[in-house]
């Protein structure tokens, strides 16, 4: 093997996850695994890579700029995946005589964006997606919604507000106002996306620099940026929109929003969403519902959307020979983990109690092994049987002396330590240590399960028990 | 949006995960991340992408050539990672003082090589890690060989054998028959490791069209052969080795492995493992221990090693000032997960049941959301209560008119269908159907959890119940 010294680093805007981090991302990442399920979401997996003429043309010129594209050994001109819509959109095209439709699908997987690294801007984050492909309709556009607020609130946020909006409610303002031609609409949507940072005349400011100064642009935005002065009551802001509407499929629009709200009631979700006409997400493909979602807690408000998406249907048809309608959400995991360690809610109850088997010397070294083996074997089940399942851990120390093992437990922030002397293992008994107060207890062999199954109860039921996070 | 026209295609060595595959291979897979939980390893992540030079030169040159290479957007020299140990090590290195050794940790990630594409062969597949770094010694190199037992034992696979091995034993060997030049070894090695493909024959006609035709090279490769003659009983091969050892350092690596395989009994793994002299492995990192393990049952005893590791003390040197010890092991998901649907074992116990909702019109639309909601918050609580937890989904329908929605729930395998129409919108009252039986009974909205988890319950307990997987 080469033996060269290489300097250890990652690449800017590339991370590690040390365990400290890791343990609740992961707590967290298996929560929303556990709730797409629990709504019959059932997974799947597209390759990292793409040709890259399915991935090219999707997310607008700047999302190709982005594009981590290269010429692979067989000089195939390929690229690391963007997003998660645009690989699904390719897979339900590819295989849709072996999909049953409509297909309700969720993904948890890193995307590649070759972005200028900022502070809490990366350029690998995992997205974690629920699509359903194959279906139209109030239903489905509820669903979709309705599985991404369970989620949040699995994941212990309980602040959080959901903007809704219609490609056609915006559009049918921007008609109201003579504002038609596509190229026009999308340079002025680009102003109208900054209207969170910027306030109205920063984006008047931003409509003029781009050459859309004339009255009309000025009067579309003053319509989107009023209709969110309304209040968002008894419809309230429904009513104004329709009544702001100059044809009849802005109107239907509308209409149709209004349905999808009182659907999203019906699941449970009434007060969480508001109508944002404004709401017009950056990417190209949106051609129904458009969501976002922003946290309320004022310690976290300022995180951006934790949680986007909407109707896509024309994508799937780029791709195949018939179209297949769909809509989706995508959670910034890496967002939403962060606004959760602000807010000190992250991995609540699922703590795990670890147990450190220590091994004191040779001679005793296979009778700790043999009560690691057992514990290992029946606490599982001991720990279920007292509602408690998965919740304890069985190291077995692998560093040097008795001393060196304690301190290490320690250090990495264990909670039992097992010891197994001479004259125990005579006894076959062994000692429980409890790390962190000090006091420690002899017991028999025969009982240690019991014993064990007992201690991590306690442990974990005990409110000054403050967990300690390994490093 | 571009709309032109392209053609839904993966490359070549890749592939989409249908859910038909996706859902037992997800299943697998939290059931391997769970034992790693319940055994103290912790998880860590690190980037797809590396600095290049972090990974040249520690694969072999057979290696190198199979890196994803190429420059980004920034000119710098990158390369997808090709295994989790080489990443981990510079890891290791990179963040020495955050972390408190020795370090038990997992990852499961994919990791990708330009090989040629033949069956069971992928340039993407997922590897499952177990490393402990900065830990020397028998309990180490027992503990992680047990792990990695104790997760076949929980996917379902009970016929294996792992094959152990020190490259001490296999070197100490080769001196003893005047093998000791080093890139002779490497060479010889590469022969004896197809031993297990071309037989003793076959490697000798290998020796000899490699330069290595002399009569050591003949007797090296002899000794290493004969040693798996000997039967694995009561020591009687690590005897032989031990007498086939012409100094200290060759007898002091066999007593090693004497004392890994008494703690691996002591572990519970009696019975499991055999001395095998001839295990070299693949890759040049390795400095003590070494693992395989092969599948016996006869269906699956061609699939190759499963699962392999050993110890590797000087690949986080290379990185960083001071050396790490460590040592680990991998698991080949894709190779098991093959098995484990050639031997039918897949999945078993993890079964979920799928109740659809359905919407009989637009009337009755806000009732059956309702009750999909009702029950996506309390029939959770209900089954873990009677020992389910996690084991139902709950869908809304989302295509069309009731007759639809039954024909797409049949194909989908959903397993009990909720209908509510006028009539029963009236009485507050829904018919439960059960799809595979085609019976169907009334309910008053009040009752549905407490009727739901005994339909869930009745499902998942009838033995002639089989359930489909989704497409």
């Given at each position: 093997?080469?033996?060269?010294?290489?300097?250890?680093?990652?690449?800017?805007?590339?991370?590690?996850?040390?365990?400290?981090?890791?343990?609740?991302?992961?707590?967290?990442?298996?929560?929303?695994?556990?709730?797409?399920?629990?709504?019959?979401?059932?997974?799947?997996?597209?390759?990292?890579?793409?040709?890259?003429?399915?991935?090219?043309?999707?997310?607008?010129?700047?999302?190709?700029?982005?594009?981590?594209?290269?010429?692979?050994?067989?000089?195939?001109?390929?690229?690391?995946?963007?997003?998660?819509?645009?690989?699904?959109?390719?897979?339900?095209?590819?295989?849709?005589?072996?999909?049953?439709?409509?297909?309700?699908?969720?993904?948890?997987?890193?995307?590649?964006?070759?972005?200028?690294?900022?502070?809490?801007?990366?350029?690998?984050?995992?997205?974690?997606?629920?699509?359903?492909?194959?279906?139209?309709?109030?239903?489905?556009?509820?669903?979709?919604?309705?599985?991404?607020?369970?989620?949040?609130?699995?994941?212990?946020?309980?602040?959080?507000?959901?903007?809704?909006?219609?490609?056609?409610?915006?559009?049918?303002?921007?008609?109201?106002?003579?504002?038609?031609?596509?190229?026009?609409?999308?340079?002025?949507?680009?102003?109208?996306?900054?209207?969170?940072?910027?306030?109205?005349?920063?984006?008047?400011?931003?409509?003029?620099?781009?050459?859309?100064?004339?009255?009309?642009?000025?009067?579309?935005?003053?319509?989107?940026?009023?209709?969110?002065?309304?209040?968002?009551?008894?419809?309230?802001?429904?009513?104004?929109?329709?009544?702001?509407?100059?044809?009849?499929?802005?109107?239907?629009?509308?209409?149709?929003?209004?349905?999808?709200?009182?659907?999203?009631?019906?699941?449970?979700?009434?007060?969480?969403?508001?109508?944002?006409?404004?709401?017009?997400?950056?990417?190209?493909?949106?051609?129904?519902?458009?969501?976002?979602?922003?946290?309320?807690?004022?310690?976290?408000?300022?995180?951006?959307?934790?949680?986007?998406?909407?109707?896509?249907?024309?994508?799937?048809?780029?791709?195949?020979?018939?179209?297949?309608?769909?809509?989706?959400?995508?959670?910034?995991?890496?967002?939403?983990?962060?606004a959760l360690l602000e807010l000190g809610t992250l991995g609540r109850g699922s703590e795990r109690v670890t147990?450190?088997?220590?091994?004191?010397?040779?001679?005793?070294?296979?009778?700790?092994?043999?009560?690691?083996?057992?514990?290992?074997?029946?606490?599982?089940?001991?720990?279920?049987?007292?509602?408690?399942?998965?919740?304890?851990?069985?190291?077995?120390?692998?560093?040097?002396?008795?001393?060196?093992?304690?301190?290490?437990?320690?250090?990495?922030?264990?909670?039992?330590?097992?010891?197994?002397?001479?004259?125990?293992?005579?006894?076959?008994?062994?000692?429980?240590?409890?790390?962190?107060?000090?006091?420690?207890?002899?017991?028999?062999?025969?009982?240690?399960?019991?014993?064990?199954?007992?201690?991590?109860?306690?442990?974990?039921?005990?409110?000054?028990?403050?967990?300690?996070?390994?490093?």
């Open positions: 093997m080469a033996t060269k010294k290489v300097e250890p680093r990652t690449l800017k805007g590339f991370r590690d996850y040390l365990p400290g981090t890791m343990v609740p991302r992961q707590a967290m990442l298996r929560a929303i695994e556990a709730v797409f399920e629990a709504w019959g979401f059932v997974p799947l997996a597209t390759p990292a890579l793409e040709y890259s003429e399915i991935l090219l043309g999707k997310y607008g010129d700047e999302g190709d700029k982005l594009l981590y594209r290269f010429r692979d050994n067989g000089d195939r001109d390929v690229a690391l995946r963007y997003d998660l819509t645009v690989p699904l959109a390719r897979l339900v095209a590819q295989h849709r005589n072996e999909l049953n439709l409509p297909l309700r699908r969720y993904q948890v997987a890193p995307v590649w964006r070759a972005e200028n690294p900022q502070k809490g801007r990366f350029r690998e984050f995992v997205q974690c997606d629920a699509d359903i492909a194959g279906a139209t309709g109030v239903v489905a556009d509820a669903e979709i919604l309705a599985v991404g607020a369970a989620i949040l609130e699995a994941v212990g946020v309980s602040g959080y507000r959901v903007l809704l909006n219609h490609r056609e409610v915006l559009y049918g303002v921007l008609r109201a106002s003579g504002v038609t031609e596509e190229g026009e609409i999308r340079a002025l949507l680009r102003e109208v996306d900054k209207a969170d940072k910027l306030g109205l005349g920063g984006v008047l400011n931003g409509l003029a620099a781009a050459g859309l100064g004339e009255h009309r642009h000025r009067s579309a935005v003053d319509r989107l940026l009023t209709a969110n002065e309304i209040p968002d009551l008894c419809d309230g802001r429904l009513d104004w929109l329709r009544s702001a509407m100059a044809d009849d499929e802005g109107r239907a629009a509308v209409a149709y929003l209004g349905e999808v709200l009182a659907a999203l009631d019906a699941l449970g979700m009434a007060g969480r969403v508001v109508i944002d006409p404004t709401i017009a997400r950056g990417l190209d493909y949106y051609t129904g519902v458009i969501y976002e979602t922003r946290l309320t807690d004022p310690k976290v408000a300022n995180f951006g959307s934790v949680m986007s998406g909407g109707r896509y249907d024309g994508l799937v048809g780029i791709f195949g020979s018939q179209p297949v309608p769909a809509v989706g959400i995508s959670l910034g995991v890496d967002r939403l983990l962060d147990i450190l088997v220590t091994i004191f010397g040779n001679e005793t070294r296979a009778a700790s092994l043999g009560l690691a083996a057992t514990l290992r074997r029946d606490l599982p089940a001991a720990l279920a049987a007292i509602g408690l399942p998965g919740r304890a851990a069985v190291e077995v120390a692998t560093e040097g002396g008795l001393k060196k093992q304690m301190q290490g437990a320690n250090r990495r922030g264990a909670d039992l330590a097992l010891v197994i002397g001479p004259d125990e293992l005579a006894a076959m008994r062994f000692t429980l240590k409890d790390l962190r107060c000090g006091v420690q207890e002899g017991h028999d062999f025969a009982a240690a399960v019991e014993v064990l199954a007992e201690a991590v109860q306690k442990r974990l039921c005990d409110p000054s028990a403050e967990k300690r996070h390994p490093s």
